[in-house]
């Protein structure tokens, strides 16, 4: 007992506080600045709890493994490794799941109605029109190896369907709000077979098919994807589309779920990697010898000094 006591005391508990301490801070820097001001988009925020880990790792770390005999530079590494994978991951789950929750639901009678609101990031319409005709695309291949005799192909296709309020409005040919969606897929191709166009052109035609007969009337709310990344080539689509007359197109993505489902077991899966980094830290310090505490030497003649003044 005293065993495990004296580590916990030496390491455990002020790991603990420490690593509490900095996700405070990662966190009110993340909510104030992403969340409030919307500074820098939410992916350059992805680098925050990254950075803090790795000095955290540099400073405090480096000093609670002096207690221990380390012979390899190598489980030094392997040490903070664990700690900037598991804090970094704990946060930047927890960072998506404040940056979910802050946004609120704007019930509108139409999708134009939103153009005369305040923005906001989640909009629940009653009634809408999704264009299945008037569909934009915006395909590209790629290849990779795939063996002595044959290629991989992987296929990218992403699509703009304009919202409108009602299906006679699709004559104006005028939208500013259009629904996402992407696919992917991948073929293997023999090296003397074609250049893979036609392996593209089969899948668009298949995804279209599949498009063509998905309920697009039941979303529950709709989400604004300003993100590149969240919606890459989104552009490009919506220029491709038929509709002609478009100013700021706003991108959207369609849920099904509940609005109050959207973060959904996300606090678990934080906590659950939040304290599995700190128990696999903990076994292995459980395992490493500590350095015996050095003795004061008091000079057997310290009475007689501590009598005299200089």
């Known amino acids: 007992m005293d065993y495990l006591k004296k580590r916990a005391n030496v390491f455990l508990v002020p790991y603990i506080y420490d690593i509490c301490g900095v996700a405070i801070f990662n966190i009110i820097v993340y909510w104030l600045l992403a969340v409030k001001l919307n500074f820098l988009p939410k992916e350059i ?175 529950t709310y709709f989400e604004v994807v300003e993100s590149y990344f969240d919606t890459p080539n989104a552009d490009a689509a919506v220029l491709a589309s038929n509709y002609i007359k478009y100013r700021d197109p706003v991108i959207l993505k369609g849920h099904t779920t509940a609005f109050s489902e959207r973060n959904k077991g996300k606090p678990k899966n934080v906590f659950i990697v939040f304290i599995t980094g700190i128990l696999i830290l903990f076994l292995l310090v459980i395992f490493l010898p500590m350095k015996e505490a050095r003795k004061l030497e008091v000079p057997q003649d310290s009475r007689k000094i501590r009598g005299y003044s200089i």
């Open 45 to 219: 925020w992805v680098f925050l709890p990254v950075v803090l880990s790795i000095m955290m790792s540099r400073t405090w770390l480096t000093h609670r493994l002096s207690h221990f005999v380390i012979t390899r530079e190598k489980a030094v590494f392997g040490i903070r490794l664990i700690v900037v994978v598991f804090y970094s991951v704990s946060m930047i789950l927890l960072q998506d799941y404040l940056y979910v929750g802050a946004g609120k639901l704007v019930s509108v009678k139409h999708i134009t109605d939103a153009a005369y609101l305040p923005a906001s990031r989640y909009y629940k319409v009653e009634d809408y029109f999704i264009d299945k005709k008037g569909v934009g695309s915006y395909k590209y291949w790629e290849t990779g190896a795939g063996g002595k005799k044959s290629r991989d192909l992987k296929f990218s296709l992403y699509l703009a369907l304009p919202i409108i309020n009602q299906a006679s409005d699709s004559v104006k040919l005028d939208c500013s709000f259009f629904l996402f969606k992407q696919y992917k897929g991948k073929a293997r191709l023999g090296v003397l077979s074609s250049d893979g166009s036609s392996a593209l052109d089969q899948f668009v035609e298949d995804r279209l098919w599949e498009l063509d007969t998905t309920d697009l009337t039941s979303f």
